[in-house]
């Protein structure tokens, strides 16, 4: 059965140069980058807060990956771990030389980017469909508590995260079947930790990376990363399935402690894989947040039970959303590939660098030997929409290069490279397509990005 919307029109409430749509790692550097660029710019976030997988999600371990040796992309990404810090944001990460983000605090820090840079701040807004004119996208319909409204805009940035606006806009995506798809995650953290306690257990029989290899995963290393500490939970899980509290066919909880504060909290807990659930499907969504929520309460008795330093613990939050890590991507100009990120890809094109860090599809490689590849500009590029660019995990390129891509830090730079496109592509009356590269380039450097 089908029923027929009635046509009607919309009011358009706004008017901007650019448009990002999704305001995460890549949809908040995007803003910033566009706005530093001289343009007029509005942050569209469906939430009641920027940061996305910072704040809503709340993976806080922004930086994880980083080591003695790490050449690091620069830019955005590490304003927003240095802004965090100096707002007191910020904690010591325990398996890297970066810092944990307090995700509730980076809230306020990202309130004050965007206020600090310009930014039209558009919150509880949802993205709901592309405004086109034949094969340009032109803004977007988005709907809220005030009704079903459009933005006009003269360029846009797709940084959902699920190619939402290049697919519904009818640029060519491709995804993954569900059950190939890397888990998702409900994070949460606890209070009321005894720190030493804990910490001293962990001490006494600490786990490496070699540990992730574990029930159902098998994890392909280089090897040098057998070796390295990681915080990791396994024993409390083992305990409680084999006395009863955890079903025995529950064998994917078990994972990553994240920060560890002086008052206790022990936050960004990253214990629950949810498999086979696709994170463009509401009915999924439905199910992986309820049945996420039972799986971490579980998590939660077996760490007061077996876990010493939290016998005393509680849940003090979950994250506000599942952490969806694989869903649309979109077939780009130029599609990065496996050889890309195992093998230090350089691009006469670049706008900016990543470390060789893979992290998904059963493959985990540190970054601790100085490699990094270099992102291509035609990777941000859809097929078939005119004035879009995309951002994040949604840009063009295979399994493995998704597992590289997909992290946060590289979110960021892809990020500030497609807001940096979008101002100067308005400034300088260029398609996306065919941009300076050079003064795209030169901007970037001013901005702080590295590129080479």
Same mark, same amino acid.
Request: negative net charge; proline residues 4%; charged residues 25%.
């Given at each position: ?41 509005? /942050?569209?976030?469906?939430? %009641?807060?920027?940061? +996305? ?5 709340? &993976? ?14 620069? +830019? ?25 983000? #307090?995700?509730? !605090? ?16 558009? /919150? ?22 005030? *009704?079903?409204? @459009? ?6 940035? #797709? ?30 953290? /606890?209070? *009321? ?8 257990? &962990? ?6 990376? !070699? ?43 078990? %994972? ?9 909290? /022990?936050?960004?807990?990253? $214990? ?8 463009? #499907? ?5 199910? +992986? ?6 799986? @971490? ?43 890309? &990120? ?8 670049? &706008? ?6 893979? #992290? ?9 030997? +100085? ?32 597992? !590289? ?25 260029? @398609?996306?397509?065919? $941009? ?11 901005? *702080?990005?590295?590129?080479?």
């Amino acid at each position: 059965m089908k029923i027929k919307e009635p046509a009607r029109e919309l009011e358009v409430i706004h008017s901007t140069d650019v448009l990002v749509v999704g305001s995460g790692p890549a949809g908040l550097a995007a803003a910033l980058a566009a706005a530093r660029a001289g343009v007029e710019v509005t /942050l569209l976030e469906r939430f %009641g807060c920027f940061g +996305g997988n910072i704040t809503a999600v709340g &993976v806080e371990g922004f930086a994880w990956y980083r080591h003695d040796a790490t050449v690091d992309s620069e +830019g955005i990404g590490i304003e927003f771990e240095e802004r965090a810090k100096r707002a007191g944001a910020a904690v010591k990460e325990p398996q890297s030389n970066s810092h944990a983000i #307090d995700g509730e !605090a980076f809230k306020a820090v990202a309130d004050d980017l965007v206020l600090e840079a310009g930014v039209t701040p558009m /919150l509880h807004r949802m993205f709901v469909a592309p405004i086109m004119d034949g094969g340009h996208i032109k803004g977007a319909i988005v709907e809220s508590k005030a *009704g079903r409204e @459009a933005i006009l805009a003269k360029r846009v940035i #797709d940084a959902t995260g699920d190619a939402d606006v290049a697919y519904r806009a009818g640029a060519p995506t491709v995804k993954q079947a569900k059950e190939d798809m890397i888990g998702a995650s409900v994070m949460f953290s /606890l209070s *009321g930790v005894n720190k030493q306690r804990f910490i001293d257990h &962990v001490k006494a029989a600490p786990h490496t990376y !070699a540990d992730w290899a574990y029930g159902q995963w098998t994890i392909e290393t280089t090897g040098k990363e057998d070796q390295m500490f990681s915080p990791f939970l396994r024993k409390p899980f083992e305990r409680a399935r084999a006395e009863g509290l955890i079903p025995p066919n529950l064998d994917t909880i078990s %994972g990553t402690w994240g920060a560890l504060y002086d008052a206790g909290d /022990l936050t960004y807990l990253n $214990l629950v894989h949810l498999l086979g659930y696709d994170g463009t #499907d509401p009915n999924d969504l439905t199910h +992986g947040e309820m049945e996420g929520r039972r799986q @971490a309460m579980l998590a939660v008795r077996a760490l007061q039970e077996f876990q010493p330093g939290c016998e005393s613990a509680k849940l003090r939050n979950f994250g506000m959303t599942l952490g969806i890590r694989d869903t649309r991507k979109i077939d780009a100009v130029y599609n990065m590939t496996e050889l890309d &990120v195992r093998e230090q890809a350089r691009f006469d094109e670049s &706008v900016g660098i990543f470390p060789e860090f893979i #992290d998904g599809y059963g493959i985990l490689i540190l970054p601790t030997t +100085g490699r990094y590849f270099q992102l291509p500009y035609r990777t941000l590029l859809p097929k078939g929409v005119e004035n879009l660019i995309c951002a994040g995990r949604i840009t063009g390129g295979d399994r493995v290069s998704h597992a !590289a891509t997909r992290n946060m830090m590289c979110c960021a730079v892809t990020g500030q490279a497609a807001g940096t496109a979008a101002a100067l592509s308005l400034k300088r009356n260029e @398609a996306f397509e065919s $941009l300076s590269v050079t003064a795209l380039q030169e901007e970037l450097k001013r901005q *702080g990005a590295r590129l080479h």
